[in-house]
């Protein structure tokens, strides 16, 4: 692999997901999660951020009003990852999963990130996270980034 590569400053901007059911959409990413409502198309599609930004997820049922979530074993998104700025806030997001009743898939310490998985309404993979100052984020004895996946401690994140 030998392409040039990317500028340094490009970041992921945004996801539209589809979904069934905007309302019920709605109501998990702005009523439990706590994104903003910025713009509504009708009955067909939604725009919400966090801080008053243009949009951080669309949901849409352009394609898929009414439909069934994706089946195993298919291609598609495997998850959607919403960055936390600390791991107060990250706390606070799985507190709030908790209270709503949302059902966790896993937690995971990754060495650089705490990661929280979980699937929204729709089946859509959702990981909450937040990532540790890269001074803290896991290296080999050469230096190389060495990232890897064990069990979070659920419970010391929540006394934050």
Not at 26 to 37: I, P, S, T
Not at 58 to 77: I, R
Not at 80 to 104: C, F, H, S, T
């Amino acid at each position: 692999m030998s392409a040039e590569k990317i500028h340094p400053q490009v970041r992921i901007g945004h996801v539209h997901l589809k979904v069934a059911d905007l309302e019920r959409a709605l109501k998990f990413y702005c009523g439990v999660l706590g994104f903003e409502l910025q713009q509504k198309f009708g009955t067909q599609a939604a725009f919400v951020s966090a801080g008053g930004y243009h949009h951080h997820i669309g949901l849409n049922t352009w394609e898929s009003k009414g439909g069934s979530s994706p089946a195993p074993g298919t291609t598609g998104l495997y998850h959607v990852a919403i960055l936390y700025p600390n791991r107060a806030e990250l706390a606070d997001a799985v507190r709030r999963m908790l209270a709503a009743g949302v059902e966790l898939d896993g937690v995971a310490d990754h060495g650089v990130s705490e990661a929280i998985y979980l699937r929204d309404p729709d089946g859509n993979g959702v990981e909450l996270y937040r990532d540790r100052p890269e001074a803290e984020w896991s290296r080999s004895a050469s230096g190389e980034l060495a990232m890897f996946s064990r069990e979070l401690d659920l419970a010391a994140l929540l006394k934050e």
